[in-house]
């Protein structure tokens, strides 16, 4: 077998498609250097075109001033004085004056048409071979014409003696084959701008074209397209909200998901940031104002997780992400593990009683024994009917048992106000025990471990407005930090196992404001801290009182009389 046959098989060469190019740096190139050229052929065009005619205008004008110039009194009185000749003075002023001047030709004639002059001297006493009609009238003549000599620019005046009579005229040629050679001559120079034009505009057409395959990453038309409907499909598909910015801090882009979050519609685009969302700490994280990671902020009822990333152009590109469910489930998980370290010291106390119990009846001690259980069940009764009997709403009376339990397992005090009353007409249960939980949680923090610990919360209803107040015995809020005590992810406390704090305070006073509300602290009248929270329309308007029909004669009596 030979070397050939041995050899693989090369692959097909891949034929080369010639057409328009599918990048967007080559079809951006191609057509400003088809704009370029077509520019500078049009150009070129337009100033040839009205060359030709200027320079035959500029020759007969030319030929014509040489013949105004010829045509002297003095002149005329040479033609009148004798016949023509060769050697006659007339002959010899107009070749005098051709040659001086560059002209093809300078014929002088008299009124006959006859030739006193002329570059050939046998033409001489011949009559001329074009019309001198016009010349000889009085009028001046431009035009290009052939006669005995060839082609060129004529120009023809007539000859006047000192008194004004006309007796001949003068007829200058200039060679039409110089008027060419002129045009000709420009053409190359003319070119060579054209072509100097056409260098220019393709090297800035090259850089353009450079600076845009760079700004594009050298894709292709259609990439871009597909590019685009992945982008859309992608932003309006995922579940995180994402907020473009411009480097004037205006709303680029929003996706579907962010306009849920903020609350927004699609009207946002184009507006300044902080004429969409207001002052706030939202519009402070998403504008840069506050640096970091996995930022917290409150926008409306929602809490939000933003992080920010810089663009190239200046710009910048926000995620949001919604922790709300999560962040509820944070909190329950720790109310849930105090709720489990107080049933487990119960667990404890209740074994405790148990085994008095046992040695009660063991010891026969009967009443001894009941006055304890009466004792022990009657403490955990009062602290129930003293908060239903204040408080109407069964969830919130709850809410307060299950929270003086819990102050009661670590060594706090927690009782209601003597004039708190809140009738059972609330609008949105869960959303004051929000605001009440998360108060109370932030007291038993704040005294827990000190002592004579206490925490005591008021209810008061003024209309359809509820006016609540928790106070502690605690240390207090700096006057320099109550407001920034509201503000989303500022805490002094050690993170939790869910690991964010610096929520409750800000979810409160969110919730307040969406009603209209205020939420304050300012310092007890006895130390400690008293936190102020309004929510007006919490409440329902009462129920009106159904009517009482009037009790009904007795007929009967009526009736015998």
Known sequence: MSPAQTRPPRPHARRRRFGWPQRVFSQVLLMQLAIATGVTVLATGLFLAPLSAQLDDQAMRRALAIAGTTASPRLAADLTGGPPSARGPVQTE????????????????????????????????????????????????????????????RGKVPLRDAGGRIVGAVSVGIEYDSVRDRLLAAIPGLLAYAGGALAAGALAAYLISRRLQRQTHDLAFSDISALLAEREAMLHGIREGVVALDRNGSVRLMNDEAQRLLGLGPEAAGRPLDEVLGAGRTADVLAGRVTGEDLLTVRGHRVLIANRMPTDDGGAVATLRDRTELERLGRELDSTRGLIDALRAQDH?????????????????????????????????????????????????????????????????????????????????????????????????????????????????????????????????????????????????????????????????????????????????????????????????????????????????????
């Not at 609330?426 to 004579?452: H, I, K, M, Y």
């Open 94 to 153: 107009a070749e005098r004056i051709r040659t001086t001047t560059g002209a093809e030709y300078v014929v002088v004639m008299d009124t006959r048409g006859v030739r006193w002059s002329h570059t050939d001297p046998a033409e001489i006493g011949r009559v001329v071979s074009t019309d001198p009609s016009s010349a000889l009238a009085g009028h001046e003549v431009m035009e290009i014409d052939s006669g005995t000599l060839g082609r060129s620019a």
């Open 349 to 561: 106390e209740h074994a405790n009683r148990l085994h008095t119990l046992l040695g009660l009846l063991e010891l026969e001690m009967h009443e001894e024994a009941v006055e304890f259980v009466t004792e022990v069940v009657g403490v955990h009764r009062a602290t129930a009917e003293q908060v239903t009997e204040k408080v109407h709403d069964p969830l919130l009376a709850a809410l307060l048992v299950g929270k003086a339990t819990v102050a009661a397992e670590r060594g706090v005090s927690l009782r209601l106000a003597p004039d708190s009353l809140l009738p059972d007409r609330l609008v949105d249960p869960r959303e004051l025990v929000t605001v009440v939980g998360n108060l109370v949680d932030n007291a038993l923090d704040a005294v827990a471990g000190t002592p004579g610990a206490r925490i005591e919360v008021s209810f008061r209803a003024e209309g359809r407005t509820v006016v609540l107040r928790v106070s502690d015995s605690g240390p207090g809020v700096p006057e320099d930090r109550r407001e920034l005590i509201f503000t989303e992810g500022w805490t002094t406390k050690a993170l939790p196992s869910h690991g964010k704090r610096g929520l409750g305070l800000a979810l409160v006073r969110r919730l307040a404001e969406r009603r209209g509300g205020t939420a304050e602290v300012a310092d007890g009248t006895e130390g400690g801290a008293v936190f102020t929270v309004v929510l007006p329309d919490a409440l329902a308007e009462p129920e009106p009182a159904p009517d009482v029909p009037a009790p009904l004669a007795d007929t009967t009596e009526e009736a015998t009389r």
